[in-house]
């Protein structure tokens, strides 16, 4: 099968761009070998050196940092080769696409840069009317993309269909449809959807899968018995419930008739964008008016506001028209003794009461001076006084037991 070899393209070792001819509508694989970037790197190695750096790629379109819609790019390790994949579409036909490739070398941090143009060139019988897209689970894409297993698929798939004209148009995997990443037990895979396409209606053994007790299998996720599994299984776990046929040539119309009602818009035709040659806007009047009216209406409320609370106050001396007298009389008779209390609450430095202390002397009659100062701390002096602590202390005669007077 020829077909595929013109596909399936590396590099080899020149130091130019690497111009590839791949054609529209049919799967492009090229290798990124790390062998190839291994002598760019210094110290160069000796003829006969092993050498086995980590090496990492990085691709997009000259000019943009990422790659074209249609090409994919995948390297699961930096001890594995770089693979560029895809299905370069008819819009790209002699258009040449070049993509900016750059090695790194993760242990000397060394990079090396090669450029590969892509001339898409127009397919001979494209796009392929019958179209078939199989979903094996037992593959990763990278694993797929090899050319040898990919070359055994495409000769199962010609076996049971027997087509005269058959190419890989597109591989996916089945992470980019939304699959979940496998459990690392049991050496599980990914998954790849695989999509070929042929110039000869489906064969009866891939019709299979649309009988209808296939379809109650797959309704139950059980699977569908296919005559032609036999085939494919001593390599190829094939899922025949997610199985796709697109025959092209019918023309199926899907234009439904709309019945306008409610919450559907009247078609406004197609949209027009506004020409380039626009008058230019001014929007300073409009600045103004979006600052002016809320200012002037904050203005007006703040004058409000202060006549109201600084021109309408009453005032005391009406407040005190309006009272009667007798209240205000009272008013200032409380005023007048709450000042009163309050200063002799300041002054703690008052004299002690006179029936406290001893005015004059019982014998002589003497005025007896005070006993503290007007500094004397008030609150340490006792509020009665004993007869010890009495100057010019008279004693008081006593009486003997002979009826005698002693002075």
């Known amino acids: 099968m020829n077909t595929f070899s013109h596909v399936y393209t590396i590099f080899s070792k020149v130091h130019s761009d690497r111009n590839v001819y791949p054609s529209a509508g049919v799967l492009f694989v090229h290798v990124l070998e790390r062998e190839y970037f291994k002598g760019e790197f210094p110290p ?26 249609w090409l994919r790019y995948i390297q699961r390790t930096p001890y594995s080769d770089g693979v560029l994949y895809g299905s370069p579409t008819a819009e790209n ?13 993760r242990r000397t941090f060394e ?31 990278e694993e797929m993309l090899a050319s040898e297993v990919l070359g055994d698929f495409l000769g199962a798939v010609k076996n049971v269909w027997q087509p005269e004209r058959l190419n890989a148009i597109n591989i996916t995997s089945a992470l980019d449809r939304g699959g979940r990443v496998p459990l690392p037990i049991n050496d599980m895979k990914e998954g790849v959807y695989v999509m070929v396409g042929a110039d000869v209606p489906f064969s009866s053994c891939l019709r299979e899968v649309e009988n209808p007790q296939n379809q109650l299998r797959c309704s139950q996720e059980m699977e569908p018995v296919i005559t032609c599994d036999k085939k494919f299984r001593t390599q190829f776990y094939i899922d025949w419930c997610k199985i796709s046929l697109v025959d092209r040539t019918k023309q199926v119309s899907t234009y439904q008739e709309v019945i306008r009602g409610e919450g559907i818009l009247p078609d406004g035709g197609e949209y027009k964008p506004p020409s380039d040659s626009l008058k230019s806007r001014d929007y300073y009047t409009d600045f103004l008016v979006t600052l002016a009216v809320p200012s002037a209406v904050a203005l007006v409320l703040f004058l409000i506001l202060a006549y109201i609370m600084c021109c309408r106050r009453e005032g005391v001396e009406k407040r005190n028209m309006q009272t009667p ?33 001893p005015v004059f002397h019982p014998v002589t009659g003497e005025i007896i001076p005070p006993l503290h100062t007007d500094n004397y701390e008030s609150t340490n002096m006792p509020l009665m006084q004993t007869q010890q602590n009495l100057p010019h202390q008279t004693q008081i005669p006593q009486q003997q037991t002979t009826g005698k007077w002693y002075s």
């Open 44 to 69: 160069y190695p000796k003829p006969g050196e092993i050498s086995n750096d980590p090496i990492t790629f990085n691709t997009n379109l000259m000019g943009y940092p990422d790659r074209p819609g």
């Open 93 to 105: 036909v002699g258009k040449p696409t070049v993509i900016e490739i750059t090695a790194y070398n």
């Open 111 to 141: 990079t090396a840069r090669h450029n590969l143009i892509i001339n898409i060139m127009s397919a001979e019988d494209f796009p392929l009317p019958y179209q078939a897209e199989f979903f094996i689970k037992n593959m990763n894409v």
């Open 325 to 357: 007298d007798i209240q205000l009389v009272h008013h200032s008779a409380i005023q007048k003794s709450t000042k009163e209390l309050r200063d002799m609450s300041k002054n703690r430095e008052i004299a002690w009461p006179l029936s406290t202390l």
